[in-house]
């Protein structure tokens, strides 16, 4: 049947060709089904070709690390409890694992989470091509929450999930609460997610002129319980932490200027001010003001569902104090809100109604909302520009070119290359660069601050805070001589033989070293190989115990 949609929009509505773009939905032609399948298999070849190159860092590997911890998944769950994240992630992998006992499934758990959120994207959303185009492209599509393997591109999935079910399960059920219970388990930063979609389906549906208020709290209530039972949950995997020198954000500052303000609303992880970048500002600080005026705008597209936009607007604040105050974010944790904000006009986009306070029917009114509306769609697609951009000249040139986030990857193949170290010890300093090794080696490693053999670092209070060069050099001896293996040692540091240095390292570590330490471990060692420049920092100058 011929969808007539457009001249009905036109006859009806007597609206511009701007509003008729902005508001129009894809028809279900065939040449629309190809370009969408167009669309999702150009996404899946560049992000294949882009994992191919990924290197994974300790972030990454440490969850499978801990993932793999016991002997079931109970233990599993023990061994996770104060790690600082929820546990669905790690039960992600463990199940994945259970059937294939290999580290890939990490990669491949992380980018089937990827498919199947931008496979309901491009199949179920009511978006423009141009909209899907740029969601599929962004930064966060193509590389964080794909190919980069975390916990972040969980939430993305489930909000997506959120977002078909809404409008059938608002009113009955509890699909929402089942959801929103693993939306708070994927990581912290959701748990604010979860409270500002229940925020948005309250008042959304209190509002609703037809709504039975009586049935809709019954089924209200029921699904904010299971979804506090999901915050509960992950409040009671997270604490106590284990990491207790771990630090947090900067705090209250005694005196609130509009320079801090400035700098707590805005991410600087969607900065589009970079080398090669296509905005070419004299100053960071026009930037600020820009990405400012992009993030609180965008909401605006939301403006006929009011209880969306401020929801969207909340959740900004709350992140925003989050990272300046609680914890300091970066790009993957930020661009949950923008994720956010997607699903929350996913929702909206097809069902709008008119905005809950009292407006006339006169043409003016209704050219103001329109208006409005399609101020916020122009800024919800400058952010999505800036995450192109971010991919296209920052992201993928960096992975393309070679510069990896981690050099393990090198440094397992240079390992593996060598007989005479297929049993040997690894030591490093910094004790964490060790984390990401048992993707590519099984050698066993071993922390010197901890003063034990494991794949995990634990970031406390009670470890070794202050090591020399000496300490390093006796704990590689007496491993080499109690266990009859050779023992490799890792240093991300260069060292310098003309004068002393005390490096600062991880939270609240440091490491000392003499003119005299130098020539000491030098003497008692053979320099092999350095792995260096990295993306992180986790790069290696490679010494043999002699």
């Known amino acids: 049947m011929k969808n007539n949609f457009p001249l009905n929009y036109l006859h009806n509505k007597k609206n511009s060709m701007k509003n008729l773009i902005l508001d129009l939905k894809l028809s279900d032609t065939k040449s629309h089904n190809l370009f969408r399948y167009m669309l999702f298999i150009s996404w899946a070849c560049i992000g294949l070709y882009l994992a191919s190159k990924h290197v994974f860092w300790r972030d990454e590997v440490r969850a499978l690390s801990f993932a793999l911890q016991g002997n079931n998944f109970v233990e599993m769950l023990v061994a996770v409890h104060g790690e600082g994240h929820p546990a669905l992630w790690y ?93 708070a388990n994927c ?34 209530v029921l699904n904010a319980a299971i979804a506090m039972l999901g915050i509960i949950a992950c409040f009671l995997t997270i604490y106590p932490t284990f990491n207790d020198a771990v630090r947090t954000g900067m705090g209250m500052p005694d005196v609130i200027t509009f320079k801090m303000l400035l700098n707590t609303i805005v991410f600087p992880g969607f ?31 939301l403006i006929k569902r009011p209880s969306a936009m401020f929801a969207t607007w909340a959740t900004l604040i709350v992140f925003s104090c989050f990272f ?18 997607i699903s929350m006009y996913w929702v909206c986009c097809g069902d709008e ?75 490093a300093e910094e004790d964490y660069m060790l984390e990401s090794l048992p993707y590519y080696i099984n050698n066993p490693t071993y922390l010197m601050r901890e003063q034990k053999f494991s794949r995990i670092t634990f970031f406390t209070k009670k470890a070794r805070l202050n090591l020399t060069l000496d300490d390093i050099l006796i ?65 290696y100058d490679v010494y043999l115990l002699k």
């Not at 001010?273 to 600080?285: A, D, K």
């Not at 300046?324 to 904000?341: A, K, T």
């Open 91 to 183: 039960v992600l992998l463990r199940s994945a694992h259970v059937f294939w006992n290999h580290p890939q499934v990490l990669p491949i758990v992380a980018f089937v989470v990827a498919a199947l959120s931008f496979w309901l994207l491009v199949f179920r959303s009511q978006f423009s091509l141009l909209l899907i185009a740029l969601i599929l492209a962004s930064n966060f599509a193509l590389y964080e929450y794909s190919v980069m393997a975390r916990n972040y591109g969980i939430s993305m999935l489930i909000l997506f999930m959120i977002a078909i079910c809404y409008k059938k399960y608002r009113y009955r059920g509890v699909m929402l609460g089942i959801l929103l219970f693993l939306l």
């Open 475 to 539: 704990t590689a001896n007496n491993l080499k001589t109690d266990l009859a293996k050779p023992v490799v040692v890792l240093l991300s540091h260069k060292l310098n033989s003309a004068a002393p240095q005390v490096i600062k390292e991880g939270y609240n570590w440091t490491l000392t070293t003499t003119p005299d330490q130098v020539q000491h471990f030098l003497k008692a060692t053979s320099f092999m190989v350095n792995f260096r420049p990295t993306d992180s920092g986790e790069s």
């Open 353 to 427: 109604k008119q905005v809950v306070q009292k407006i006339s029917n006169t043409k003016n009114s209704l050219l103001t909302v329109n208006t409005v509306k399609a101020t916020g769609y122009v800024f919800l697609m400058c952010l999505m520009v800036m995450q192109v951009e971010l991919a296209l000249f920052k992201t993928i040139p960096r992975v393309v070119s070679g510069l990896p986030e981690s050099r393990s990857r090198d440094l397992g193949l240079f390992i593996d290359s060598k007989p005479e170290l297929k049993d040997a010890i690894i030591i």
């Open 271 to 301: 900065s589009f001010y970079h080398t090669n970048s296509l905005i070419n500002l004299p100053s960071e600080v026009y930037y600020k003001y820009l990405a400012t005026l992009l993030l609180y705008g965008s909401p605006l597209v």
């Open 187 to 220: 990581n912290v930063h959701s748990v604010i997610l979860v409270c500002s979609f229940l925020m948005f389906w309250f008042f959304d549906s209190i509002f609703e002129k037809d709504v039975n208020r009586k049935k809709f709290l019954k089924v209200f």
């Open 324 to 341: 300046r105050f609680i914890y300091p974010g970066s790009y993957r944790h930020e661009v949950l809100w923008l994720v956010f904000l």
